[in-house]
């Protein structure tokens, strides 16, 4: 057996002093280095030099010490899947858990759910309305509260972080503020999303997260709920905004999620720092309540640059649902002055209970 241009015995010659090279180093890899040889032309050799009957003619290079051998540092890449496997169908578990999950209410008194539009909290923020509605946000009666997004500026790292240095408040300032919002303002929240701001820098997201005692639903951008009475169910798409956009129409991005996204009965959002309310009843019978709450930041030099109109109202919007109405257009009205509906609401309840 030969080789193309190598004789029968010249091929023989090749094939065992790749079985020696192998044998004296112990390292295929070291084998083909010195014999400065592909490390396919040496396997190649070595295997026909095995089918040739071949034996390695010399011992392995003796040497007068030894090195320890430390093993594997981590877990074999099997314990290492099935560690991941474990973590990935606790993660998809805990995502399906967070997909239309159920806010249930004890009575079928009617209730208010307000959105609250971005409070952006800091110097930008109009404090004074933000008090007056905190403050019939906690004192009414049947109240739930949603913070729709970007619970402060929280400017990121980067280009961004010059917007800093033209306000007087601090990262610490800010947290400060977040925690008062959250956790001792005394409005009733049953839900917080995310919104872009929370995430410009993730540590403030995580702060977040970590006051949030009570485990009350914190989540990224979006959220979809139920509000569950023991006599109905209303499906809420609440996200901090919807895909699309219209300067002819504030309620767009709502208006396309409810034609082709999942079906319920309330679409709302805040981020673009507009209000607008609307309902209707679409081709397939449902009555559809769309809404988009404000916010508070009143001073925006993004908004006088580009000439956008700054609105006075919506920066919170109300949703007062009444259980026990007949009708799909009875049982949700929504208000855009926050006072008014809040009185309405409580009319209603008084007007249930009698």
């Not at 679409?282 to 916010?295: E, L, Y």
């Amino acid at each position: 057996m030969s080789s193309g241009k190598y004789t029968p015995d010249e091929w023989r010659g090749l094939c065992q002093e790749a079985l020696d090279a192998v044998a004296l180093t112990g390292s295929k890899a070291e084998a083909s280095r010195r014999l400065n040889i592909p490390w396919g032309t040496l396997l190649n050799r070595v295997r026909k030099g095995e089918e040739l009957g071949l034996t390695p003619t010399v011992k392995p290079e003796s040497k007068e010490y030894t090195l320890p051998q430390f093993g594997e540092d981590d877990i074999s890449a099997p314990e290492i899947l099935d560690h991941l496997e474990k973590r990935f169908e606790k993660k998809y578990q805990a995502q399906k858990a967070q997909h239309w999950f159920e806010i249930k209410v004890k009575t079928d008194a009617p209730a208010g759910l307000a959105v609250v539009g971005d409070p952006h909290l800091g110097p930008n923020c109009n404090i004074s309305l933000l008090r007056k509605d905190v403050e019939i946000l906690s004192g009414t009666a049947g109240m739930m509260a949603v913070n729709i997004g970007d619970t402060a500026d929280n400017w990121s790292t980067g280009r961004l972080i010059q917007l800093y240095s033209e306000e007087d408040i601090s990262r610490p300032t800010e947290q400060k503020l977040a925690h008062w919002y959250l956790r001792d303002s005394g409005i009733p929240w049953v839900l917080w999303l995310h919104g872009n701001h929370e995430m410009m820098h993730s540590e403030f997201a995580t702060y977040l997260r970590s006051i949030n005692v009570r485990q009350m639903p914190m989540l990224d951008w979006r959220a979809r709920f139920k509000l569950v009475f023991p006599s109905v169910e209303i499906k809420i798409d609440a996200a901090h905004d919807h895909k699309g956009h219209s300067q002819f129409n504030p309620t767009h991005g709502q208006k396309k999620a409810a034609l082709w996204d999942e079906d319920a009965d309330i679409y709302v959002a805040g981020h673009r720092h507009l209000w607008a309310l609307g309902h209707e009843e679409m081709d397939d019978g449902r009555v559809v309540f769309f809404g988009r709450a404000r916010g508070y930041k009143w001073l925006d030099k993004y908004a006088v640059r580009h000439q956008f109109y700054q609105q006075k109202y919506g920066a919170t919007i109300l949703f007062v649902i009444d259980p026990l109405a007949e009708t799909p257009v009875s049982r949700i009205h929504s208000f855009v002055d926050l006072e008014e509906g809040a009185k309405f609401l409580s009319w209603k309840r008084e007007n249930a209970q009698s």
